[in-house]
């Protein structure tokens, strides 16, 4: 764990920092919103700014350089059968990190509009999200791992958060009638 905060803490750090400025994003978004006469100024703007802040650090942390090889696992739950030999704390760490990157965007896409309002929906636009990442991790050589069992622990953390907010999904926000 202590590895864990040497190489993110600044993240951590970061992120703590931008929940004011997150806040305030909300707060002016909302108030643009409303009086452009947008159904539901607060919900989408509280949607909106949290997918970003929720998604952003993950996205800075995947996206970081390494001074490890660049490979690739193409095998469904290859790698996560690797992973799950090894310490508890890697496993902790690994699952649970790739659960949390499109945690944001399962959770509250569909709170944002009603068109997303679906589990489905939520999955495909998260697993597209997250072989665009994976991609842009082998590409760009960063020296990461990019493995289809990232993909699909970062669509079921996507799809496991949009469940939990299910009762407040936007199914009586008509899909297409949000400005944006």
Known sequence: MARTWELWGNVIIAG???LPLALLAILLLSRHRARAGHPAPLRT???DVGILVGTAPWIWMILTPSSGQN????VPLQDLAAVAEAPWQTVFVQVGGNLLVFAALGALLPVRTAAMARLGRVAVVSAAFSVLV???QYVLR???FSSVDDVILNTAGAAIFALITRRWW???IPAGSVPR
């Open 16 to 18: 703590t920092f931008a």
């Open 45 to 47: 703007s509280i949607a």
């Open 71 to 74: 490979g690739v696992g193409l």
């Open 134 to 136: 994976e991609t842009l």
């Open 142 to 144: 960063l020296g990461r």
């Open 170 to 172: 936007a199914t009586r």
